[in-house]
């Protein structure tokens, strides 16, 4: 069974731009989640989309956003870059979402400057 | 806020050496994940915990939940150089619990074996 893909791997941004991000869960699994990991904060939740609703968010502000679409394939949206936001995005998938098992993809590079 | 925290948060050991990491919350879990993340990729799955002083075995790890299901630990037995890596927590707490649920990862322990 193929993993969880994400693309792009790396991004380099400028501030005020906007970027989208790209996830294909496992097959089968209708539960994808967002989270942005620094070293700082470490793995922090976004947000998780089940069967194309937002089913939780995190506490993060309105420029993050996302969208699930009807294959399980989910986007993440981050509108008027700014520095802090230069991190690890790592999309899982979990056959049940909430709290059950994460598998994780490799991950979007984001860097802004 | 529920915080995990983990300890200690960086390990620097020599191949053969034996190791723990900690994960502690003042909550009650109501299960727990480990995971291990390399460089470049993101975390894999070790192993869940349910059951409150439940031991798990995985080749040279061993993990091990609270009786109280508030803390947990990860044991490493004659460390190699491939169990390097950041080994991370994460916590689902007994009143957070249904389809609204949603995993907490802890600060994480960063772990590297030299030979």
């Known amino acids: 069974k193929a993993g969880v893909t994400q693309t792009p791997r790396y991004l380099i941004k400028t501030r005020g731009q906007q970027v989208t991000l790209s996830c294909s869960p496992i097959?089968?699994?209708?539960?994808v989640s967002w989270y942005q990991q620094t070293p700082g904060q470490g793995l922090q939740f976004l947000f998780e989309y089940f069967s194309e609703t937002q089913r939780n968010k995190g506490n993060f502000p309105g420029r993050f956003s996302g969208r699930q679409f009807s294959n399980s394939r989910s986007e993440m949206n981050v509108s008027t870059l700014e520095l802090g936001d230069s991190a690890l995005y790592l999309c899982?998938?979990?056959?049940?979402?909430?709290?059950?098992?994460?598998?994780f993809g490799p991950g979007t590079r984001l860097t802004v400057t | 806020t529920q915080l995990l925290e983990q300890s200690p948060q960086f390990l620097s050991i020599q191949e053969g050496e034996n190791l723990t990491v900690y994960c502690n919350s003042s909550?009650?879990?109501?299960?727990l994940q480990w995971y291990r993340q390399e460089p470049g990729e993101g975390p894999v799955l070790l192993v869940t915990?349910?059951?409150?002083?439940e031991v798990k075995k995985l080749k040279r790890l061993t993990f091990q939940f609270g009786d109280a299901r508030k803390d947990s630990s990860l044991h490493i037995t004659a460390a190699q150089p491939g169990d390097t890596g950041l080994y991370l927590c994460?916590?689902?707490?007994?009143?957070?619990?249904?389809?609204?649920?949603?995993?907490?990862f802890g600060t994480g322990t960063r772990l590297q074996v030299t030979l």
């Open positions: 909550s009650v879990f109501s299960s």
């Open positions: 915990v349910v059951t409150g002083g």
């Open positions: 097959s089968g699994h209708r539960s």
């Open positions: 899982a998938s979990s056959l049940f979402g909430g709290a059950w098992e994460q598998y």
């Open positions: 994460a916590g689902r707490w007994m009143e957070n619990t249904g389809t609204a649920s949603k995993l907490t």
